[in-house]
């Protein structure tokens, strides 16, 4: 469906944090879900964090436990990806997505933007 803007990619060193910036569409609702999730290269899409967009709930992959924080601003229909501790292995493209409750499939996606950790 509609295609999501992101933005904040960049390439940092090992140790430094970045915050990464999605809009959410206007007609996400209570119930609908944003997340993020990464691509690096030569390996599948993984999730790394979603939030229910009405309730603040999150998801985690474990390799980014206490490292990221999501969060989304309902009032500008923003949602972030506070990456802290960045390592080399978080070096993937980062897609924002978005779905409209939890029984449907995420549909709509950003352009990806890239976050290149070097040591």
């Known amino acids: 469906q509609e295609q999501l803007e992101e933005s904040g990619g960049g390439l940092v060193q090992a140790g430094a944090s970045l915050r990464l910036s999605c809009a959410a569409p206007r007609r996400i609702v209570s119930g609908s879900v944003m997340g993020w999730f990464r691509q690096a290269a030569g390996k599948e899409r993984d999730r790394v964090a979603t939030?229910?967009?009405?309730?603040?709930?999150?998801t985690y992959a474990d390799s980014v436990k206490g490292r990221f924080t999501i969060s989304r601003d309902r009032v500008n229909y923003r949602v972030y990806l506070q990456m802290d501790s960045l390592q080399p292995e978080d070096t993937a493209v980062y897609y924002c997505a978005f779905k409209l409750n939890r029984f449907t499939e995420f549909g709509s996606w950003g352009q990806g933007t890239q976050v290149t950790v070097s040591s």
């Open positions: 939030i229910t967009w009405g309730t603040g709930a999150t």
